[in-house]
């Protein structure tokens, strides 16, 4: 009986042993890791990465490590509360703020393919280091892991409510992965960014909230470029400018309009 159970003691310990193993090289690899993409690589970006010159014209957006990110390429005129009624109305979502208890919710939904709606997305700068005044969101499925996605900075209108030029990043987020600078867990966006702003438009001028439309071509020099990921992207580098109609505008027509 003892040789017996001796026996099998001696076949699990390599078992026991494997295990060890694997959960020290986890306990090593995981901080390793976590140092290298989230502190030392974008450390180093800050360090060597170039911001547009004071006062220039937002063009493009830039991460928090300066990496140049994704391309201006749209623009609302209007109110802060005619930006954030014509995205509802358009079917929009605006996005929650980042905090401990967001991101954590998100990170579960994105990984258990659970719903949220209004998930929180990264910070993105313009005009050295302003970060966005809001963003919108429509989810593809349940989770976060594939969303329609928008970023809007206030540009002229002084700090009143008065009507502004809101620039937008418009792109699409087509699945989690990591990023090809930092190593940083992040969503890769699909390259064809001037579809994604013409759904936004599109959808603005099915909800009736569009009260003119502009293209400002060349707005981008560059019509091929990388994002702060590091995902490629494709442009015709045109910006397109909506002036928004006011929800009393939008609703005044609708009462006035000749019924069948």
Same mark, same amino acid.
């Given at each position: $009986?003892?040789?017996?159970?001796?026996?099998?003691?001696?076949?699990?310990?390599?078992?026991? /042993?494997?295990?060890?193993?694997?959960?020290?090289? /986890? *306990?090593? #690899?995981?901080?390793?890791?976590?140092?290298?993409?989230? @502190?030392?690589?974008?450390?180093?970006?800050?360090?060597? !990465?170039?911001?547009?010159? !004071?006062? *220039?014209?937002?063009?493009?957006?830039?991460?928090?490590?300066?990496?140049?990110?994704?391309?201006?390429?749209?623009?609302?005129?209007? #109110?802060?509360?005619?930006? *954030?009624?014509? $995205?509802?109305? &358009?079917?929009?979502?605006?996005? +929650?703020?980042?905090?401990?208890?967001?991101?954590?919710? +998100? &990170?579960?939904?994105?990984?258990?393919?659970?719903?949220?709606?209004? &998930?929180? $997305?990264?910070?993105?700068? @313009?005009?050295?280091?302003?970060?966005?005044?809001?963003?919108?969101?429509?989810? @593809?499925?349940?989770?976060?892991?594939?969303?329609?996605?928008?970023?809007?900075?206030?540009?002229?209108?002084?700090?009143?409510?008065?009507?502004? @030029?809101?620039?937008?990043?418009?792109?699409? +987020?087509?699945? /989690?992965?990591?990023?090809?600078?930092?190593? !940083?867990?992040?969503?890769?966006?699909?390259? =064809?960014?001037?579809?994604?702003?013409?759904?936004?438009? !599109?959808?603005?001028?099915? &909800?009736?909230?569009?009260?003119?439309?502009?293209?400002?071509?060349?707005?981008?020099?560059?019509?091929?470029?990388?994002?702060?990921?590091?995902?490629?992207?494709?442009?015709?580098?045109?910006?397109?400018?909506?002036?928004?109609?006011?929800?009393?505008?939008? #609703?005044?027509?609708?009462?006035?309009?000749? =019924?069948?």
């Amino acid at each position: $009986m003892t040789s017996l159970s001796g026996r099998k003691r001696r076949r699990h310990r390599p078992a026991i /042993l494997r295990t060890l193993r694997s959960a020290t090289f /986890l *306990a090593l #690899t995981v901080p390793a890791y976590a140092m290298l993409a989230y @502190v030392v690589l974008p450390a180093v970006w800050r360090r060597h !990465e170039t911001l547009p010159r !004071e006062g *220039a014209f937002p063009r493009l957006t830039y991460t928090a490590e300066g990496i140049p990110a994704d391309p201006i390429n749209v623009a609302l005129v209007g #109110t802060k509360d005619d930006v *954030a009624a014509a $995205m509802r109305a &358009a079917g929009w979502t605006q996005a +929650d703020r980042i905090t401990f208890r967001s991101g954590l919710r +998100d &990170a579960g939904c994105v990984l258990f393919d659970r719903p949220y709606s209004s &998930a929180p $997305m990264s910070t993105h700068f @313009v005009a050295r280091r302003r970060p966005q005044d809001f963003a919108f969101e429509q989810l @593809v499925g349940r989770s976060p892991r594939r969303r329609h996605h928008v970023r809007f900075w206030r540009y002229g209108g002084g700090n009143g409510g008065g009507r502004a @030029v809101w620039l937008g990043a418009a792109s699409f +987020d087509r699945s /989690l992965g990591i990023s090809h600078f930092t190593g !940083e867990v992040m969503h890769h966006i699909d390259p =064809r960014i001037d579809s994604e702003r013409d759904k936004l438009i !599109e959808d603005l001028g099915h &909800a009736g909230r569009i009260g003119g439309l502009s293209r400002l071509a060349g707005f981008l020099p560059a019509r091929r470029g990388r994002n702060g990921g590091g995902d490629w992207y494709l442009t015709d580098g045109r910006l397109a400018v909506v002036v928004l109609r006011p929800p009393a505008a939008v #609703t005044s027509s609708s009462s006035t309009r000749p =019924r069948a």
